[in-house]
Every structure is written in structure tokens, then in C-alpha cells.
């Protein structure tokens, strides 16, 4: 069974970084056939997919275009968890993020959730 | 971007009716269409990927079809835990509105 733990400061000030780590159990990091993503979501803007990273013999990154300039996911292979840092945040950026593992196997649906974590952006 | 638009945005039935929401493609997805379900305070639940396959432990009652730009979730004989709102997504990238079902 695979469990994802999330992990992460819940207040960031605007025009900080946010940083939150997804720890895994249950799979790899650097399994071929799974894929690592970070969701988020808010009233005004719903259920919003960020990016995601996996291994295919090497490492990729996928982001979404409304973030593109300001994120980073990263894989951790020595803790097999992986991280979301986002730059320059606003109130904007408040919001319920998840992060979700997306399998070959199921045509990339996200299919094991973290639990989620509550980031209010906030002076 | 692709969008995603979700309808109806809400609705009220009873327990036994037959519950239709459509999902629609700003341009075509061949099958790669999902849908979830969630609970408040709970993260999505997976239901139907790749348009139609049942997800593993998801009640057969459940079921998706439809390709290219236009797909259908449909609960057969709705239950009172399937009071939720429902998500459609597609693969890899944006997610509809929600439908938000209530049980009369």
C-alpha cells in the first residue's frame, strides 16, 4: 500500500519561498512507472495540477505554464520523498496542497494522495 | 491549456436515482479522462481513469465513458455516501470545476 506523508510549514510571508516535502512509502521515488506530482486548492481557483517529476533513465520535470517561473519539485532518492519549493509567493498562493502519485498503470491518474497541507500566505 | 468544464455545477437527488455529470474538453483528450470524488477536509479519491476503467475498490455502481472532447460519469443507483463533489481530470494536466452532489 502506498502512503504519502506530507510535510511543511503552514505560513509562508509573501514574497518568500514555500517549501513542502512528500515522503513516500510503499513505492520509490525512482520507480519507471510511477510519477511524482504537487496539486493545490483554493476556492478561487480550484483543484490546480503544479507539476510533477519522475525517472525514465533519467530524471524530468513537468510544470504548469500559470507557474512555470517560480517552481521547483525535486526528487530525493536517499530519503525517497520528493519537494515542492515555490518562489515568490502571494496571497494568491493560499491554498490546500497536495502532493500525489500519478501510475503508468492507471493511464498517469493520481491514484495514492498525501493528506494535505494548509499554506496561508500572510504577513 | 486545455480546459475542462464540468456540469452541472450542482445538483440534488434522491437515494436510488440514476446521477449524470458530463465533462467536456476544450479540444480532444482521446481517453485520457479521470474522475474522483471528495469528501470535505479529505483529499480526492480516484473513481474512473482512462475514461471507463474502474478504479480498484470503487463500487461498480460508478461508471465513465465518452472520448475525445465529451465524457460522462455516471452513479447508477446513488447511495447516501455519495454525497460529495466530483472532479474531472485530464491526464497529466487540468481539472474541471467539481459537481457538487447532495442527497435530498
Known amino acids: 500500500q502506498v502512503q504519502l506523508q506530507q510535510s511543511g510549514p503552514g505560513l509562508v510571508r509573501p514574497s518568500r519561498t514555500l517549501s513542502l516535502t512528500c515522503a513516500i512509502s510503499?513505492?520509490?521515488?525512482?520507480?519507471?512507472?510511477?510519477?511524482w506530482n504537487w496539486i493545490r486548492q483554493s476556492p478561487s481557483r480550484g483543484l490546480e495540477w503544479l507539476g510533477r517529476?519522475?525517472?525514465?533513465?533519467?530524471?524530468?520535470?513537468e510544470y504548469a505554464l500559470s507557474v512555470q517561473s517560480r517552481i521547483t519539485i525535486h526528487p530525493d532518492t536517499s530519503k525517497n520523498q520528493f519537494s515542492l519549493q515555490l518562489t515568490s509567493v502571494t496571497p494568491e498562493d493560499t491554498a490546500v496542497y497536495y502532493c500525489?502519485?500519478?501510475?503508468?498503470?492507471?493511464?498517469?491518474?493520481?491514484?495514492?494522495w498525501g493528506q494535505g497541507t494548509l499554506v496561508t500566505v500572510s504577513s | 491549456d486545455i480546459q475542462m468544464t464540468q456540469s452541472p455545477s450542482s445538483l440534488s437527488a434522491s437515494v436510488g436515482d440514476r446521477v449524470t455529470i458530463t465533462c467536456r474538453a476544450s479540444?480532444?483528450?482521446?481517453?485520457?479522462l479521470n474522475w474522483y470524488q471528495q469528501k470535505p477536509g479529505k483529499a480526492p479519491k480516484l473513481l474512473i481513469y482512462?475514461?471507463?476503467s474502474l478504479q480498484s475498490g470503487v463500487p461498480s455502481r460508478f461508471s465513465g465513458s465518452g472520448s475525445g472532447t465529451h465524457f460522462t460519469l455516471i452513479i447508477s443507483s446513488l447511495q447516501p455516501e455519495d454525497s460529495a463533489t466530483y472532479f474531472c481530470q485530464q491526464s497529466q494536466g487540468t481539472f474541471g470545476g467539481g459537481t457538487k452532489v447532495e442527497i435530498k
Open positions: 510503499g513505492d520509490s521515488v525512482s520507480s519507471n512507472s510511477a510519477a
Open positions: 517529476t519522475y525517472y525514465r533513465s533519467k530524471w524530468s520535470t
Open positions: 482512462a475514461a471507463s
Open positions: 500525489s502519485r500519478d501510475d503508468f498503470t492507471t493511464g498517469a491518474a493520481l491514484d495514492y
Open positions: 479540444q480532444g483528450i482521446s481517453r485520457y
